[in-house]
Protein backbone atom coordinates (compact mmCIF):
# COMPACT_ATOMS: atom_id res chain seq x y z
CA UNK A 1 0.00 0.00 0.00
CA UNK A 2 1.65 3.56 -0.53
CA UNK A 3 1.97 6.28 1.50
CA UNK A 4 -0.64 7.94 -0.31
CA UNK A 5 -2.99 5.39 0.55
CA UNK A 6 -2.17 4.25 3.88
CA UNK A 7 -3.08 7.98 4.77
CA UNK A 8 -6.54 7.68 3.76
CA UNK A 9 -6.62 3.91 5.28
CA UNK A 10 -6.27 5.62 9.00
CA UNK A 11 -8.27 8.31 8.73
CA UNK A 12 -11.47 7.80 10.89
CA UNK A 13 -14.78 7.01 8.64
CA UNK A 14 -18.61 6.40 9.21
CA UNK A 15 -19.74 3.41 9.54
CA UNK A 16 -21.28 3.51 6.55
CA UNK A 17 -18.07 3.75 4.98
CA UNK A 18 -17.66 0.64 2.50
CA UNK A 19 -14.36 -1.81 2.27
CA UNK A 20 -11.58 -0.56 0.47
CA UNK A 21 -12.09 -3.46 -2.26
CA UNK A 22 -15.62 -2.45 -3.09
CA UNK A 23 -14.33 0.85 -4.56
CA UNK A 24 -11.83 -0.87 -7.48
CA UNK A 25 -15.11 -2.89 -8.76
CA UNK A 26 -17.61 -0.34 -8.52
CA UNK A 27 -15.49 2.03 -10.25
CA UNK A 28 -14.56 -0.36 -13.51
CA UNK A 29 -18.38 -0.75 -13.51
CA UNK A 30 -19.01 2.96 -14.22
CA UNK A 31 -15.75 4.01 -15.96
CA UNK A 32 -17.42 1.50 -18.57
CA UNK A 33 -21.10 3.29 -18.20
CA UNK A 34 -19.22 6.73 -18.49
CA UNK A 35 -16.53 5.85 -21.48
CA UNK A 36 -20.05 4.90 -23.58
CA UNK A 37 -22.15 6.71 -22.58
CA UNK A 38 -20.01 10.45 -23.02
CA UNK A 39 -18.24 9.49 -25.78
CA UNK A 40 -21.89 8.96 -27.66
CA UNK A 41 -22.63 12.72 -26.15
CA UNK A 42 -19.00 13.78 -27.75
CA UNK A 43 -19.90 11.86 -30.84
CA UNK A 44 -23.50 13.34 -31.39
CA UNK A 45 -22.16 16.86 -30.40
CA UNK A 46 -19.05 16.67 -32.54
CA UNK A 47 -21.85 15.69 -35.67
CA UNK A 48 -23.44 18.54 -34.93
CA UNK A 49 -26.85 16.52 -33.84
CA UNK A 50 -26.85 18.05 -30.32
CA UNK A 51 -25.45 21.56 -29.46
CA UNK A 52 -21.57 21.77 -27.97
CA UNK A 53 -23.50 23.15 -24.84
CA UNK A 54 -24.98 19.92 -23.93
CA UNK A 55 -21.48 18.48 -23.56
CA UNK A 56 -20.08 21.33 -21.78
CA UNK A 57 -21.06 19.52 -18.43
CA UNK A 58 -20.30 16.03 -19.61
CA UNK A 59 -16.24 17.87 -20.35
CA UNK A 60 -16.12 19.78 -16.84
CA UNK A 61 -17.84 16.29 -15.21
CA UNK A 62 -14.83 14.55 -16.49
CA UNK A 63 -12.67 16.83 -15.50
CA UNK A 64 -13.80 16.74 -11.83
CA UNK A 65 -13.92 13.08 -11.98
CA UNK A 66 -9.89 12.83 -13.01
CA UNK A 67 -8.89 15.57 -10.70
CA UNK A 68 -10.58 14.02 -7.61
CA UNK A 69 -7.69 10.99 -7.18
CA UNK A 70 -5.12 13.21 -7.09
CA UNK A 71 -6.82 15.77 -4.94
CA UNK A 72 -7.44 13.45 -2.37
CA UNK A 73 -4.81 10.76 -2.12
CA UNK A 74 -1.84 13.35 -3.41
CA UNK A 75 -2.56 16.51 -1.90
CA UNK A 76 -4.46 14.71 0.90
CA UNK A 77 -6.83 17.37 1.02
CA UNK A 78 -10.01 16.66 2.14
CA UNK A 79 -11.77 20.03 1.55
CA UNK A 80 -10.37 20.05 -1.82
CA UNK A 81 -11.66 16.48 -2.16
CA UNK A 82 -15.17 17.82 -0.90
CA UNK A 83 -15.60 20.70 -3.13
CA UNK A 84 -14.37 18.87 -5.90
CA UNK A 85 -16.48 15.44 -5.25
CA UNK A 86 -19.54 17.88 -5.04
CA UNK A 87 -18.44 19.93 -8.12
CA UNK A 88 -18.62 16.20 -9.83
CA UNK A 89 -22.32 15.98 -8.40
CA UNK A 90 -23.20 19.17 -9.36
CA UNK A 91 -21.78 18.72 -13.26
CA UNK A 92 -23.15 15.33 -13.33
CA UNK A 93 -27.30 16.62 -12.54
CA UNK A 94 -26.26 19.41 -15.12
CA UNK A 95 -24.99 16.60 -17.96
CA UNK A 96 -28.06 14.65 -17.17
CA UNK A 97 -30.53 17.50 -17.67
CA UNK A 98 -29.17 19.31 -20.68
CA UNK A 99 -28.99 15.68 -22.27
CA UNK A 100 -32.33 15.27 -21.33
CA UNK A 101 -34.39 16.59 -23.90
CA UNK A 102 -32.33 15.27 -26.77
CA UNK A 103 -32.09 11.61 -25.44
CA UNK A 104 -33.59 10.35 -22.69
CA UNK A 105 -31.55 7.02 -22.66
CA UNK A 106 -28.12 8.77 -22.48
CA UNK A 107 -29.84 10.20 -19.21
CA UNK A 108 -30.92 7.09 -17.98
CA UNK A 109 -27.34 5.72 -18.44
CA UNK A 110 -26.38 8.10 -15.84
CA UNK A 111 -28.86 7.05 -12.64
CA UNK A 112 -25.91 4.42 -11.78
CA UNK A 113 -22.81 6.76 -11.81
CA UNK A 114 -25.15 9.18 -10.06
CA UNK A 115 -26.20 7.09 -7.16
CA UNK A 116 -22.48 6.39 -6.91
CA UNK A 117 -21.65 9.92 -6.61
CA UNK A 118 -24.17 11.04 -4.58
CA UNK A 119 -22.96 8.27 -2.15
CA UNK A 120 -19.09 9.19 -2.42
CA UNK A 121 -20.10 12.74 -2.02
CA UNK A 122 -21.71 12.07 1.81
CA UNK A 123 -19.12 9.80 2.38
CA UNK A 124 -16.35 12.62 1.48
CA UNK A 125 -18.29 15.45 3.21
CA UNK A 126 -18.52 13.08 6.53
CA UNK A 127 -14.80 11.83 6.50
CA UNK A 128 -14.06 15.77 6.24
CA UNK A 129 -15.96 16.44 8.98
CA UNK A 130 -14.82 13.56 11.07
CA UNK A 131 -11.28 14.20 10.62
CA UNK A 132 -11.21 17.99 10.65
Known amino acids: MSTDYYWYAYM ?8 AWVFGPVWTILYLIIAVTFARVFY ?9 SVATPFILNLFFNIAFTPIQFGLQDNYLASADVVLVLVTLVWAMKAVWPYSRKLAYWQIPYLGWVAFATVLQLTITWLNR
Not at 12 to 19: E, G, N, R, T, V
Not at 44 to 52: D, E, L, Q, T, W
Open 44 to 52: ISAKRVIPF
Open 12 to 19: LKPFFAPP
